[in-house]
């Protein structure tokens, strides 16, 4: 074992140094340890505190309600979705953030209802495997819009679509087990169809390329916490495509999406462009730290982040597969490129002791419980390194963890 595992580490330090993509590592706050956990929660960029406190000592403290127009204030969710924009392949005018993805999930479902405007389309499609808060929202928005819900698996979704689909909403990853979802293919299908395709990016903006505009989506929500490393609790986006813009109709139709919303118009006349995904006031303090974490990835090429995030999973694997005692994990992220997104989900029956225990270690990934242990890999700040050290201390820690071991 310690043959292969210099020689495991020996091939780290090789990828690590010919990785275009290291020196964003020291752009994050980070400790000795190893953090694996960015799917959940991205890590600190070193600058965003200092900007931060600019926000609130001079344009809160000394500017005060001035900051609405000296300090761009009213202007930053779309600003800031134009620079998300190119991370999720859509031209600008087309993403505004602000609000949680579930707000946003609520938004664009009954919008994409609202704009097939077919009553005999009566059924809304939604990823059986979904993030519960998705399930929740789409199955309230079916009951608001007299639609009837109709939950399939992922794959099965081009067989499930038909003349009578409004709209179809998919998470492009799979958040237990890390796969991606086929988005150009569902996508096609799902128009064909003549109904509206809604995608759930949180757990792929920021780690592969999306393509909203080259592959037709119709709409699309995200957060901006995980990959995108805007911080706990920051805002999500809606996209919504040009196509769309000038007949999406918001089912929260709040006085910052007005045209004129300083009017104080009794009647609502909507904003144009993406501005109709607004709804109240934004969250500027966790909005603008979003803003300074986006400086990251400035010159950053998406295709060269998935080239490494599949170079790390498949080298974490690897790892594991040499190191791990035998039958103790089973990976349920797909070994083909084609079907796995930034994160490695591993079976294993005694997961919360052992994740525990990774973690007092200093590797942190996450759990699912009962038995899945996650590891989410960030381009921008995980090393090979840190791909092998993970792997070693949990064939460790399996080593001391007997098989069996009850969750505490």
């Known amino acids: 074992m310690s043959d292969t595992r210099d020689l495991l580490r020996e091939r780290a330090a090789r990828l690590d140094a010919a990785d275009e993509l290291a020196g964003h590592r020291g752009l994050f706050a980070l400790d000795e340890g190893v953090y694996l956990d960015g799917n959940s929660l991205g890590a600190l960029p070193r600058h965003v505190p200092d900007r931060v406190a600019d926000v609130v000592a001079r344009q809160w403290g000394q500017l005060r309600i001035r900051s609405w127009d000296e300090s761009g204030w009213w202007t930053a969710p779309e600003r800031i979705g134009a620079r998300i924009a190119p991370l999720v392949g859509a031209a600008p005018g087309q993403l505004v953030v602000g609000d949680s993805t579930s707000v946003n999930v609520f938004k664009a479902l009954v919008g994409a209802v609202r704009l097939v405007d077919d009553e005999r389309r009566d059924e809304i499609v939604v990823d059986a495997t979904t993030f519960p808060t998705d399930g929740y929202i789409?199955?309230?928005?079916?009951?608001?819009?007299?639609?009837?819900?109709?939950?399939?698996?992922?794959?099965?979704?081009?067989?499930?679509?038909?003349?009578?689909?409004?709209?179809?909403?998919?998470?492009?990853?799979?958040?237990?087990?890390?796969?991606?979802?086929?988005?150009?293919?569902?996508?096609?299908?799902?128009?064909?169809?003549?109904?509206?395709?809604?995608?759930?990016?949180?757990h792929s903006a920021g780690a592969l390329p999306v393509g909203l505009d080259a592959h037709g989506v119709d709409l699309a929500v995200g957060c901006t916490y995980k990959y995108l490393n805007g911080g706990p609790g920051a805002p999500a986006y809606l996209y919504v495509a040009r196509r769309h813009a000038d007949r999406f109709d918001s089912p929260l139709p709040g006085w910052n999406s007005h045209a004129d919303p300083f009017a104080m118009d009794p009647e609502y006349t909507a904003g144009e462009g993406a501005v109709r995904g607004r709804v109240g006031t934004p969250d500027i303090l966790s909005m603008l730290a979003l803003e300074a974490a986006l400086d990251v990835w400035d010159g950053v090429d998406v295709a060269a982040v998935r080239a490494k995030s599949l170079a790390l999973t498949d080298f974490f694997l690897e790892c594991v597969g040499a190191y791990a005692p035998a039958g103790r994990v089973e990976s349920l992220t797909p070994a083909a490129h084609a079907e796995r997104g930034s994160q490695v989900a591993l079976r294993c029956a005694e997961a919360p002791a052992v994740m525990a225990e990774l973690i007092a270690r200093g590797v942190v990934g996450d759990l699912r419980r009962p038995d899945v242990l996650r590891f989410g890999f960030t381009p921008l700040y995980v090393s090979f390194a840190d791909a092998e050290r993970a792997a070693a201390e949990l064939a460790d820690v399996l080593e001391r963890i007997p098989a069996g071991t009850p969750a505490a």
């Open 138 to 202: 789409a199955r309230s928005a079916a009951r608001l819009t007299g639609r009837t819900l109709v939950p399939v698996a992922p794959g099965e979704v081009v067989d499930a679509v038909g003349p009578r689909t409004a709209a179809v909403l998919v998470n492009h990853v799979d958040f237990r087990t890390g796969r991606l979802h086929d988005l150009p293919g569902i996508t096609a299908a799902v128009r064909a169809a003549g109904a509206l395709a809604v995608w759930d990016l949180c």
